[in-house]
């Protein structure tokens, strides 16, 4: 029983070693083609620095980072990408089933369902940014091209460990399970695979230490709901939409 334990047990250490040098290997490599995005908030003690490398699959797509209380409680998004953000997408809607070749407006529920109801329920707003209520709490940028360095200070609201999350989503992406055919639904077209939910937790108390952020589960393939999904057996490609993204709390210099 102890020799099948061992077996068992030692690829799994390797699998976890070989994952953590790989991507502090491409933290080093990359720096020189990084883009900077320095984010509004609080100046502190303390700030957070988000680092991002693109996976295979990665093709432009929508996500938001944000804040909670280990509990769960929202506290404060940092970045939402343009298009959610504002509601204005690449092709209006003309109806449900047919866009406009120009910039307009758009509701697409599905995108970011997790965050959309978070943020709604919290704040008390409208559950879809849009051109009369867009996302005014958070920075709103486009979709950056590859890796990405954000650095922003740490919300007041943060007086002890908390949890940072991410929420990403990109259409067009089928596979054999999240087929065009699985549900007759407008809003489902416009997503594929649905969002997929990364987290990690911080202590301000342990300032240098960085942690990568795991994916807990996905988003309604059509925004019906808030829920938390945490079967991912289905989704494929989409998990190589980025190669990971990690954040380090770092001491703001004096």
């Known amino acids: ?127 879809l940014p849009s051109t009369e209520n867009p996302v005014t709490d958070a920075t709103i940028g486009a979709t950056p091209a590859g890796a990405f360095r954000m650095e922003s200070g740490l919300p007041a609201a943060v007086d002890g460990p908390f949890r940072i999350l991410m929420e990403i989503n990109q259409p067009w992406d089928w596979n054999e399970f999240w087929t065009n055919a699985l549900y007759d639904d407008p809003d489902y077209r416009t997503s594929c695979q649905p969002s997929l939910v990364y ?19 996905h988003g309604h393939f059509a925004g019906w709901d808030g829920r938390l999904y945490t079967d991912l057996r289905s989704i494929t490609t989409a998990k190589d939409i980025i190669d990971f993204i990690s954040v380090k709390l770092i001491e703001n210099q004096k």
């Open 1 to 127: 029983m102890k020799t099948r334990l061992l077996i068992f047990l030692l690829p799994a250490v390797l699998l976890i070693t070989g994952v953590a040098c790989s991507q502090q290997k491409k933290l080093g490599e990359s720096e020189s083609q990084i883009e900077t995005i320095i984010l509004d908030g609080p100046v502190g003690q303390q700030s957070l620095q988000i680092n991002l490398e693109k996976g295979r699959y990665h093709n432009h797509p929508t996500f938001a980072l944000w804040i909670e209380s280990l509990d769960g409680t929202y506290v404060k998004t940092l970045y939402v990408t343009r298009m959610l953000g504002t509601g204005i997408y690449g092709h209006g809607a003309i109806n449900q089933e047919k866009w406009d070749t120009k910039p307009g407006p758009q509701q697409r529920p599905a995108t970011l369902p997790y965050w959309l109801h978070k943020r709604s329920a919290a704040l008390n707003v409208p559950l």
């Open 199 to 217: 987290a990690g937790m911080l202590d301000p108390a342990q300032s240098g230490e960085t942690i990568f952020l795991n994916p807990i589960g």
